[in-house]
């Protein structure tokens, strides 16, 4: 079946630090891939997207890169913020063909604190 | 544009009892889904609908009803609360009949205890 596999959390970073979430994931098929974003209190918002192999999805300093030799797609920032201090979801959309419905498989979530 | 609302956001129930989440949405968007989000677990999908009159269920459909009479509105209900099904809900809708690359919007959650 589909799955999706996150690094454990929480981290805890210093700001400016660089950043790696990782994101694997088991799939049939070619799957679409996300990272989604939320802020305390808040629902999910799209971080960044991929929706082919070697692709690379980017959106406010970061990026991941959809690895189909890996099944990865990790989450990288170079210089991190306070305000990015978020939990952060990875998912995969199993490719379902023009009429399908988009049925997002979520891994369990990493919470991120950054410290001034 | 409002987006994807929810009410309430936060509710507490007795085991046993019935009530209803409501999700509106108002980018006239076909596709609307329900999930549920645990500790460690991150977020499963209950159900979900292609457009007015059409739902179909997703990973963790028992203990929820859905209809949908209207593109806007996708309420989700509890017929009977369980104390596992104290969890946060999210609702969600995106443009097109949820291809597999389109960006799904999500409401701000709700929030319920079952005692």
């Known amino acids: 079946g589909n799955s999706v596999t996150q690094m454990e959390g929480p981290v805890t970073l210093s700001e400016e630090a660089f950043l790696t979430i990782n994101c694997t994931y088991t799939?049939?098929?070619?799957?679409?891939l996300f990272w989604y974003v939320q802020y305390p209190g808040e629902g999910l918002q799209l971080l960044l997207k991929?929706?082919?192999?070697?692709d690379k999805g980017s959106n406010k300093g970061f990026e991941a890169t959809y690895r189909k030799e890996t099944t990865s797609f990790h989450l990288e920032k170079g210089s991190v913020q306070v305000s990015d201090s978020a939990v952060y979801f990875c998912?995969?959309?199993?490719?379902?063909?023009?009429?399908?419905?988009?049925?997002?498989?979520f891994g369990q979530g990493t919470r991120l604190t950054i410290n001034p | 544009n409002a987006g994807v609302t929810q009410t309430p956001k936060f509710q507490v129930l007795k085991t046993g009892q019935s009530m209803t989440l409501q999700c509106a949405q108002d980018?006239?968007?076909?596709?609307m889904s329900w999930y549920r989000q645990d500790p460690g677990m991150g977020l499963r999908l209950i159900h979900y609908?292609?457009?007015?009159?059409?739902?179909d269920q997703g990973e963790v459909p028992n203990g929820y009803n859905v209809s949908r009479s209207t593109t806007e509105d996708f309420p989700l209900r509890l017929l009977s609360a369980a104390p596992s099904q104290t969890s946060v809900y999210f609702c969600?809708?995106?443009?097109?009949?949820?291809?597999?690359?389109?960006?799904?919007?999500f409401g701000p959650g709700t929030r319920l205890l079952v005692l």
């Open positions: 969600a809708s995106s443009y097109s009949l949820g291809l597999a690359e389109e960006t799904q919007y």
């Open positions: 799939a049939t098929g070619y799957p679409s």
């Open positions: 991929a929706t082919k192999a070697d």
């Open positions: 998912a995969l959309s199993p490719f379902a063909g023009i009429q399908g419905a988009q049925k997002l498989v």
């Open positions: 980018m006239n968007h076909e596709y």
């Open positions: 609908s292609v457009g007015a009159g059409i739902t």
